[in-house]
């Protein structure tokens, strides 16, 4: 970029000088495209002004935007006037084509559509004309622009509705047309506020587009009435657009016939009459269809050396063809309803050639100035009047393209078998041609859909070379769509040919487009990609530069355009507030059963009052870059969270009724404790305890009742049977018991109790004679409760032990 600041732009050349430097026939479009040969020697920079940013177009390092300074731009141009809208409409018109001009052919049965249509426009009513492909719609419209030329104050405006399905290129062309202003591009609020002051009547050909986009070019432009030419198969308006309908259909015999006498220039005979009448009835009448079956009648004549003007032909213009001696009959109704074939064997080997990059190009056929250095013959720019006399071709717009049906015909014949080869030397041609610095950025945009169409044919290579030419061509011209078409077809291409450098060229130039048009979501992504690619080339240059259109978006985004919003919590409220009771009544449910005897505390006291969510910055979407995230985590400038409105409270909920259950398990558990007081309280009482004379003998029932043991073992097993429940246990202050025995120390720690039944030593054995009677001691002796703990159970049973034999003796 240094070598190219500060000089002037280049002064283009004059028309007469040809563009592509072919002299002779051996130069094809495969030599041409050398741009290290024939390329420019100083770089075109083009600066415009792109709503409050100023853009710089720049070839070599790529665009930069900048702040548009204060004082510069912003006001609005002037309108042009009659002599450059004169001017203007010719240049919007398909050029004039080498040799001699063809008659055009005449408008027959229109007179009543033509006189509707100026009558309604008149009147300042927009009108949709439908009718099918080849129906003379766009013949139609150029009768009515000659009649309206001094309806409204801007004039007659003609315009092309090809290829676009959104309002936004139609106002910016509209807006170029009427207003001066060549290096401006404004951005929607201004184009709105422009567009709205444009009194003219707007012939719009082959509408692509209706219902809500239609409504809202209709909604932009209040004081323009609309001609809108479409096919049957385009979307229907809306009935709030309210639009008048016109229908065009076919041609009658009579006027079908003399069109077919206009065509040929002599009268039909009875034989071609009836012909004409059958063709008629298959093609319903179609103006487009009797202007080929004319061609095809011509070539007929030609054939069979009838016809007088074969003489009169220039020579060189096209090469000799062998004339057939045979008679020529005429064609059958099938190849006249389909005549592609047949028309394309007849003419020129350079309009066959011609043909064929048509096909390979989706049907666009480039401008006849590049079909010498496409084709390879220096007189083939004449080929396009030979395809256009023939109804191969139809005007749309600035240029041409092959008629209705046409494609496919040719297609079927064989005319695409080479389309890759094709639309590959046409992407070199392009790429050398958009590159050169006398082509002006106008005349690039006015080829821009056959430079789409062979940057979608061509390979990876050749389509990264074009893109990178053409793109800052049409960033320059202002057609900004067509721009981004090829931005992202070149970015595609860069990513599979493995072009880094390339790729990271294409999403900063994307990044760029998007700020411009204020989709500061798309400009981040774009621009982080780009930034990214450089940065692993070490482009430090490149990096600085997307820096700053990242900061530009930063700085949009704070400004407070529509972007996405991060999320920021308030502060919670304070406990007395009253919160939701939804989230209360589930942390409540959410507490253990046990708790629910404690006091009850207030849910808002508990639960914090749920943080409503603020917005920090506009945002329609989740942060899905490094800087969003940042940006959320820490905002330089927050703003206060707005009032919000308070939510509806829910329905509430019923508590779980857990009362019952717990008072039917407290009321359990009191029986429980109940039964084992009463329990050990019976078997304290039962029976008349007595102690022994000397008090120290054991306690033991009044009705004792001795343990049968087996002869010959000695003491008791843990298998004999439980003793009689009613006989208390010894105490355990007797010495000679075996409790004594296995009383703890007090000196020594508790040890565990057994669950096992406690049995005496092996060498005491049970005396034969039974227990020791009762003790005259009146002094009632308190039971011993087995110290080993038991379940609580309705029934208490209490295990007595027999007595040693020291207290038998």
């Not at 141009?77 to 063809?102: E, I, N, Q, T, V």
């Not at 999320?567 to 919160?579: D, F, M, N, S």
């Not at 707005?642 to 407290?666: E, H, S, T």
């Amino acid at each position: 970029m240094d070598r190219t600041q500060g000089q002037p732009e280049p002064v283009e050349q004059p028309a007469t000088a040809p563009v592509p430097p072919v002299t002779a026939p051996a130069a094809t479009a495969s030599a041409a495209p050398a741009p290290a040969a024939t390329g420019p020697a100083v770089a075109r920079v083009v600066t415009l002004t792109a709503g409050d940013f100023t853009l710089t177009v720049n070839p070599v390092d790529g665009s930069e935007i900048e702040p548009r300074r204060p004082g510069t731009g912003g006001s609005a141009p002037a309108k042009r006037d009659a002599a450059d809208r004169a001017a203007r409409d010719a240049a919007s018109r398909p050029p004039l084509l080498p040799g001699p001009a063809a008659p055009a052919p005449p408008l027959l049965a229109r007179e009543e559509e033509r006189e509707r249509l100026v009558r309604l426009l008149g009147r300042g009513r927009s009108v949709r004309l439908t009718g099918p492909a080849g129906s003379g719609r766009s013949a139609l419209l150029d009768a009515v622009a000659a009649d309206c030329g001094r309806l409204a104050p801007d004039g007659v405006v003609r315009l092309s509705g090809y290829g676009h399905q959104q309002p936004g290129e139609l106002l910016h062309a509209l807006y170029a047309a009427v207003y001066e202003a060549s290096q401006e591009r404004p951005e929607r609020t201004q184009l709105l506020a422009r567009v709205r002051d444009i009194g003219a009547i707007v012939l719009l050909d082959d509408l692509e587009m209706g219902g809500a986009p239609l409504d809202e070019l209709l909604r932009a432009t209040p004081e323009c009435a609309y001609l809108l030419a479409a096919t049957p198969d385009t979307r229907a308006p809306s009935d709030d657009s309210h639009l008048e309908e016109v229908f065009l259909g076919g041609l009658g015999r009579a006027d079908c016939v003399q069109l077919l006498e206009a065509g040929i220039g002599r009268a039909l005979t009875e034989e071609e009459t009836a012909w004409a009448g059958d063709l008629r009835f298959a093609s319903e009448g179609l103006p487009l269809r009797f202007v080929q079956a004319a061609a095809l009648l011509r070539q007929r004549d030609e054939r069979n050396l009838s016809s007088a003007g074969d003489e009169d032909e220039e020579p060189g213009v096209f090469e000799e063809r062998p004339r057939d001696a045979a008679f020529v009959a005429l064609p059958t109704l099938a190849e006249g309803a389909a005549p592609a074939e047949l028309l394309a064997s007849r003419v020129s080997e350079s309009a066959r050639a011609a043909l064929r990059i048509a096909c390979a190009l989706g049907g666009e056929l480039p401008h006849h100035a590049h079909l010498p250095a496409l084709v390879g013959d220096t007189h083939a720019d004449a080929a396009v009047a030979e395809l256009l006399g023939c109804g191969l071709l139809t005007p749309v717009g600035t240029r041409y393209r092959l008629a209705a049906g046409v494609a496919r015909q040719l297609e079927e014949a064989g005319y695409a078998d080479t389309a890759a080869e094709e639309a590959r030397t046409a992407a070199r041609h392009y790429a050398w041609w958009t590159g050169h610095a006398s082509v002006t950025p106008e005349r690039v945009a006015a080829e821009a859909d056959a430079v789409l169409a062979a940057l979608a044919g061509a390979d990876v290579v050749a389509a990264v070379l074009l893109a990178r030419t053409a793109a800052p061509a049409l960033a320059a011209s202002r057609h900004w769509e067509a721009w981004e078409r090829v931005l992202r077809s070149g970015a595609e291409a860069a990513r599979k040919a493995g072009e880094v450098a390339e790729q990271a060229y294409f999403h900063h130039e994307l990044g760029v487009l998007a700020l411009c048009e204020g989709r500061l979501d798309r400009a981040r992504a774009e621009l982080e990609a780009s930034i990214g690619l450089k940065g692993a080339l070490a482009d430090k240059r490149g990096t600085v530069a997307g820096r700053r259109a990242l900061a530009l978006v930063a700085d949009r985004e704070k400004a407070g355009v529509e972007v996405s919003p991060p999320l920021r919590l308030e502060a919670p409220a304070p406990a007395g507030a009253t919160g939701a009771p939804g989230a209360a009544e589930a942390v409540t449910a959410a507490l253990p059963v046990a708790a629910s005897t404690a006091p009850q505390v207030p849910a808002a006291a508990a639960v914090a009052a749920v943080a409503p969510v603020v917005p920090v910055i506009g945002r329609s979407e989740a942060p899905t870059t490094l800087t969003e995230v940042f940006e959320e985590a820490f905002p330089l400038t927050p703003k206060p969270a707005p009032m919000m409105a308070p939510l509806p409270a829910p329905a509430p909920r019923k508590q779980p009724r857990r009362k019952p259950v717990l008072l039917a398990a407290a009321g359990a558990l009191t029986v429980v404790a109940l039964g084992t007081v009463m329990a050990l309280a019976m078997t304290g009482s039962d029976g008349d305890p007595q102690t022994p004379a000397g008090g120290d003998g054991p306690a033991v029932s009044s009705t004792p009742k001795p343990r049968a043991t087996v002869p010959g073992v000695a003491g008791t097993s843990g298998n004999d049977p439980a003793p009689n429940p009613g006989t208390p246990a010894p105490e355990a202050s007797d010495p000679g018991s075996p409790e004594s025995a296995l009383t703890p120390d007090p000196n020594q720690p508790p040890r565990p109790p057994s669950r096992k039944p406690v049995s005496p030593p092996p060498s005491q054995k049970p005396s034969p004679t039974g227990p020791k009677p009762p003790s005259p001691d009146p002094s009632p002796s308190t039971p011993t409760a087995d110290p080993t703990p038991t379940a609580p159970t309705a029934t208490p049973t209490a295990t007595a032990t027999p007595a040693s034999p020291s207290a038998t003796a």
